[in-house]
């Protein structure tokens, strides 16, 4: 039984236990959200130590971090490190995306690593091993998805909805596709004249998926990769199609989320959930960024920050981080450090917009130690401990005041408690 | 004759003009705004050198960067070096906020080499020279703005709005004052019981702005310091103060802008820009970011991006920059380059989400150069040319490959130009 339908049969599971305890929430919450469909619990049965969590409406906004070797740059050791990183500084789920070395192997050792949900986008894999784009065959795609299930990846971003009907709506854009996954399949159904296998033998990927609880992140293989293509014809098109395989998959008892841009402006973010919601029918929408402008390289983080605050306030569930590498190279380890912090302001700051119960608790904590002068818990109360202190240590502040005002403390005048200024 | 009586009196400026060409408008339309007071054209007649800029509707949004001393970090050298970087990475105005050293000096120091608008808070040398609260007569503080206005100053932040009325509505404050001007009058009204007399001789003050045409930046001297003070009854008695201040500068040829908080959650965002623009009739609204959390230190500069963004979209016009430094020290050099363009970042991507001709443009030429993989091109349009090529040149990239995606280049894929994956 997968999450899903143990849910839908009225079950409460460990795992919706566990959930339910991270938010502070009882479990039947957790359940009726998985049977509805506006949560998701990515949790493969043989992802062994996972800590599950719930990404979806009424909880915490999640973030997920992106690792992975490149064929440049290939070092399990590197990698590992991230994803220490990564954890360290607070991601709600990772994923591999690796295309460089013996991916299978890199996959194994993440993964035992990794507590929290680990994802995957199958198809990478398929493109590093072959040698041509022809002799790549349909079943290869849906092979390789449940080869990664049964490693015990929890979830994975399958580009069900990019179809041949959609190839003539790219034609006007100015950046085309920008996704690897969604491009190498166009190139693919170009190149061998049929359709996206994953979208044509959708039933057998649900058996798949259903088989290993694997949770299916249906990726927006057409997503625009600058504002100028957004909440256009073809994005617009997928996300239908995402709508009509988000009901399939929950009519077979598998676990859905949905993937969205990308790059957006800010004002028609808005739009854009409120067009997931009502195709997808609110099923968790995991956002790539968004990023509110093109001109962010080498600062791209904070472009995502931006869009992802706004986007999750509105309703997105999931964001994936954006590195301040983004557009250029991957990331390193500072750089993974610098996008999960840059996630985890703007998930934060959705949470205390949506109003989630305790979300802005933390942030009374962080204002009175702030009041009291009280340096050490606002250093431990800080989104980067590590670096609020190293500002602090480097001010040449003494006692309770902070170079930042010196003698001109506000909290110090306010108080009345100076005798001679 | 200010900027604005010359506006209403239909005539149009040398300085109207620069800032029209600058935004590519028509005079006509700046002076309009002037008229208005929807634009502030902040310009002291003494400030030698200056290149005009307009703030306000219908602009491109500005953003201003604070420098300065303090008593534990004086060096007029660091001071200088922070001012050329603030302008090399697009600031649009600054703020000389300094509290230690020869305070004259350093101000005559940063305003000869000062192209933008060059703005203080004069509260802070009454502060400084001050040997006790007790000494510091009302006069003080008008004379000490007259002062700075002498010197060329284009922009004062004044916190005429803190009134003795106010103090009973502070009590219940998490946070109290934040705002160094503000609790210091706080405190000097509860030392002299006597009026704010920035507020009370706010005649005196419009006549000292009159002559040289001195823009005033009406401070929020009550606003709030964390989230759970946001939209309070003292922050809102004080901006309708502000609106008062505001119609009667107007009516006395001064021109004006309004400061805003501070620390706000996302979803108030909204309500404050409305109230601001309807308690003080469209004035041109000053944020400092607003922090969208208050948990941030040490990233303050991504939580008021995302407060700045929003803000800036709803119509705010001007945002203060906020430095990671934020909280805990003041800004070393490289804070001051982080806090500009987390800024821009927000700024611009306002500007695209008001519909500002041109500013998506940038964003299109960026995303061509993306799709054509012009590398040299991309750094170039890049916020940060210099960050963006750092990570270019530490890629190991080859050709027109990046290593993100290495051979699996979605554009390249989508191109299918590829012969042998």
């Known amino acids: ?26 479990p039947e919450v957790i359940r009726q959200g998985l049977a509805k469909g506006s949560l998701a619990l990515p949790c493969n049965r043989r ?35 991230k994803l220490a990183a990564a954890l360290e500084y607070g991601a709600d789920a990772v994923m591999d995306l690796s295309t460089g070395g013996p991916l299978d192997l890199i996959r194994a050792k993440l993964l035992a690593d990794c507590p929290v ?38 979830f994975v971003t399958v580009h069900c909805g990019v179809t041949r009907a959609a190839l003539p709506l790219l034609k006007k854009r100015v950046t085309g596709v920008v996704s690897r996954g969604g491009s190498f399949l166009t190139a693919w159904m170009r190149c061998h004249g049929r359709e996206n296998p994953l979208f044509e033998q959708y039933d057998r990927l649900l058996e798949i998926a259903r088989q290993y609880d694997l949770t299916l992140s249906l990726g927006d293989g057409l997503r625009p990769g600058c504002l100028a293509d957004a909440t256009d014809r073809a994005q617009m098109h997928e996300l239908k199609i ?48 968004p990023l509110v402008t093109d001109v962010a390289s080498g600062y791209d983080h904070i472009a995502g920050a931006i869009g992802g605050a706004l986007a999750a306030w509105l309703g997105a569930s999931f964001l994936c981080y954006v590195t301040p590498a983004e557009h250029l190279k991957l990331p390193e380890i500072e750089d993974v450090i610098e996008g999960v912090i840059a996630s985890k302001i703007a998930a934060h700051a959705a949470d205390i917009a949506r109003g989630l119960p305790g979300a802005a608790e933390w942030d009374l904590s962080m204002s009175k130690a702030r009041r009291a002068l009280d340096w050490e818990t606002q250093i431990r109360l800080s989104i980067a401990p590590r670096k609020a202190k190293h500002y602090r240590e480097t001010s040449q502040a003494k006692d309770d005041q902070c170079t930042m005002c010196g003698r001109f403390c506000a909290m110090k005048l306010f108080d009345n408690k100076f005798d001679n200024l």
């Open 1 to 26: 039984m997968t999450q899903r339908e143990a849910a839908l049969a009225g079950k409460i599971t460990p795992a919706m236990k566990r959930a339910a305890k991270q938010e502070s929430l009882e």
């Open 47 to 81: 992802h062994q130590g996972l800590k599950a969590i719930a990404i979806g409406s009424g909880v915490r906004v999640k973030i997920n971090a992106n690792l992975g070797t490149s064929p440049h740059d290939v070092s399990l050791e590197k990698e590992l490190g």
């Open 117 to 154: 949900p680990f994802g995957t986008v199958p198809i990478y894999q398929v493109m590093v091993e072959a040698s041509s784009l022809e002799e790549v065959k349909p079943d290869w795609f849906l092979d390789m998805v449940a080869h990664q299930a049964k490693q015990g990846v929890d």
């Open 242 to 289: 995402l709508g009509d395989l988000t009901r399939r998959a929950w009519a077979k008892g598998v676990q859905v989320m949905v993937e969205g841009p990308g790059h957006l402006p800010l004002h028609v973010i808005r739009k854009n959930v409120r067009l997931q919601q009502r195709y997808c029918d609110h099923a968790p929408f995991y956002v790539l960024g």
